[in-house]
């Protein structure tokens, strides 16, 4: 009895001591795994730390390389686009200079030929005007010779101032040519005398200035539109205007 109260307190005994080895063993094993375990995330924080620190500055380098070279790309685009932009307004205001310039030389060209034009014109109007009154004065010299060649300057002028006076009024045509030969009114248009002495210039010089006298104004006989040898009137010569 008491052999078999001693095995079972042997027994009891290394069991307990054999517990507490195992669990003093699987302590230490555990406490030492995890002191491993601990240094080794020790040992490699940093390095991942440092490996993430590198691998961020890396790619905030790399990201600000970037954007710098893209900000230059843009101005300089941006620099280029102003430049097209500028050549192609210097191209517009040159282009337009020129259409202008080429505006005003027409407009000088157009008033330079309209002004030689005008002047011609005028040039040949009063070449027509000049030619107009050398013909009439001729005309008149011509009637004067006719029918007062052999009377006093006075006469003569006395004459010329008879058809002028019949130009003025309205009961005679506007014109020297009409109221000379207007017919039966002087005679030597009727017997064509007076055109032969038209085509000869066979008028005298005082006949001349007798027709340029009576031309400019001069009148001895106030409104007389005839003349005779007879009858009644103011008398210069042979000749009674009334």
């Known amino acids: 009895m008491k052999f ?25 094993s555990t406490e030492a795994q995890e002191q491993s375990a601990v240094e080794s995330e020790a040992s490699t924080e940093p390095s991942d730390q440092e490996e993430t620190l ?10 600000t390389d ?5 900000e230059v790309i843009d101005v300089q685009s941006g620099m280029i686009e102003n430049v097209k932009i500028a050549a ?11 259409e202008e310039e080429r505006r005003a030389a027409e407009e000088a060209e157009r008033i330079a030929r309209e002004k030689a034009e ?3 014109a005028a040039a040949a ?26 009377q006093p300057y006075e006469g003569q002028v006395a004459v010329g101032a008879v058809v002028m006076n019949r130009i003025k009024s ?16 002087f005679s030597p248009a009727m ?23 009576a031309l400019a104004g001069s009148n001895p006989i106030g409104d007389c539109l005839y003349f005779s040898v007879g009858g009644y009137g103011t008398r210069i010569g042979d000749h009674l205007f009334h």
Not at 126 to 148: N, T, V
Not at 170 to 184: L, R
Not at 193 to 209: K, S
Request: aromatic letters at 8%.
């Open 4 to 28: 078999n109260k001693n095995k079972r307190m042997f027994l009891a005994m290394y069991t307990a001591m054999m517990s507490a080895v195992m669990l003093t063993g699987f302590a230490s």
């Open 54 to 63: 590198d691998d961020t500055q890396s790619a905030g380098d790399v990201g």
């Open 66 to 70: 970037w954007c710098v070279s893209q």
């Open 88 to 98: 192609v307004e210097a191209k517009i205001a040159y282009e337009a200079k020129l």
């Open 118 to 120: 005008a002047e011609a």
């Open 125 to 150: 109007q009063a070449e027509a005007a000049a030619a107009q009154q050398a013909a009439e004065k001729e005309l008149l010299a011509s009637l004067i010779f006719c029918e007062a060649g052999n």
């Open 170 to 185: 309205s009961s005679y045509p506007d014109t020297m040519e009409e109221v000379i030969y207007q017919s039966g009114q």
């Open 191 to 213: 017997s064509g005398w007076l055109d032969r002495v038209r085509a000869n210039q066979g008028y005298t010089e005082a006949a001349m200035q007798a027709a340029e006298d």
